[in-house]
């Protein structure tokens, strides 16, 4: 093959695989919101462990 032709197939593959700018700010809102939900969740689940083990009568 010639060297034009690789380099032609070369950039049409690239602008085929990278996403555009909104949709990559999209994925990353998404991605950080989904991050915070969960981290949220986490410490909500730690307090309810913490307060259980201290609200138990001793006998």
């Given at each position: 093959?010639?060297?034009?032709?690789i380099?032609?197939?070369?950039?049409e593959?690239?602008?085929?695989?990278?996403?555009?700018y909104?949709?990559?700010?999209?994925?990353?809102?998404?991605?950080?919101?989904?991050?915070?939900?969960?981290?949220?969740?986490?410490?909500?689940?730690?307090?309810?462990?913490?307060?259980?083990?201290?609200?138990?009568?001793?006998?």
């Amino acid at each position: 093959m010639k060297k034009s032709a690789i380099a032609k197939i070369e950039k049409e593959i690239d602008e085929k695989t990278k996403l555009p700018y909104e949709i990559k700010d999209k994925i990353k809102k998404e991605v950080f919101t989904n991050i915070v939900v969960s981290a949220v969740i986490i410490t909500y689940f730690i307090f309810i462990v913490l307060g259980s083990k201290r609200s138990y009568k001793k006998c």
